[in-house]
C-alpha cells in the first residue's frame, strides 16, 4: 500500500528554512508508529534534515544530484524508481513538497497531523480534492499547540 504522512499547519506550511516550524512533544510518535517495519519514501532535502536513515525502517531517497546508498538506505532518481525499489512493502512518503504533489494520485491513505497554527513558511503541503477520500479523525491532542490526527482513506 502507498500512503503519505505529513504534520501541515492551518496554512499548509510543512517546512522553513529547511526545518519543522514548531516543536511538539510527543507528535512525532504516530510517525515513528506508523513507519517502523516499513519503507519510507523522501525527498533530498528532507533526508537531509533528518541527517540519517531512519533507525527501523527501509529509507529511500529520491535525488537526481546526490547517492545516499548505505544500509537501509537506496537512492532512487524519480518516485516511480522508489516505488519500485520497495517492491511489496508498505511505502510511506513523507516529504517534502515535490514529493507530495507527485503521489497525490497515487496513494491509498493519507495520516496527517493538522496543527493549530498559522506560521510563516517556504514549503507547503499540497491541496488536494477531500471528496476523493473518507475523513477520519483518529485523535485530537490539546496543549501549548494543538493538533488532531486525521487519517484519509482513497474512496
Known amino acids: 500500500m502507498i ?5 501541515y499547519s ?10 519543522i516550524p514548531w516543536k511538539i512533544e510527543g507528535e512525532q510518535g504516530r510517525f515513528r508508529e506508523l513507519t517502523t517495519g ?11 534534515e533528518i541527517g540519517r536513515p531512519l533507525p527501523n525502517r527501509k529509507t529511500i531517497v529520491v535525488s537526481k544530484t546526490k547517492n545516499f546508498d548505505s ?13 519500485e525499489l ?11 513538497q515535490k514529493l507530495y504533489e507527485e503521489a497525490l494520485p497515487l496513494v491509498e ?5 493538522e496543527v493549530e497554527l ?7 503541503f499540497p491541496i488536494f480534492d ?5 475523513k477520519e479523525i483518529v485523535a485530537r491532542h490539546d496543549g501549548k499547540i494543538p493538533y488532531t490526527y486525521v487519517t484519509y482513506t482513497r474512496k
Do not use: W
Open 109 to 113: 491513505k493519507m495520516y496527517i497531523t
Open 86 to 96: 520497495a517492491g511489496q512493502e508498505d511505502i510511506f512518503i513523507s516529504g517534502g
Open 71 to 83: 544500509e537501509n538506505c537506496k537512492t532512487a532518481r524519480s518516485l516511480k524508481e522508489a516505488i
Open 10 to 19: 492551518k496554512n499548509r506550511v510543512i517546512g522553513s528554512n529547511g526545518k
Open 118 to 124: 498559522d506560521c510563516p513558511g517556504d514549503v507547503f
Open 130 to 134: 477531500e471528496s476523493l477520500f473518507y
Open 38 to 48: 516499513n519503507t519510507v519514501i523522501m525527498g533530498r532535502k528532507t533526508f537531509e
Open 3 to 7: 500512503s503519505l504522512i505529513v504534520a
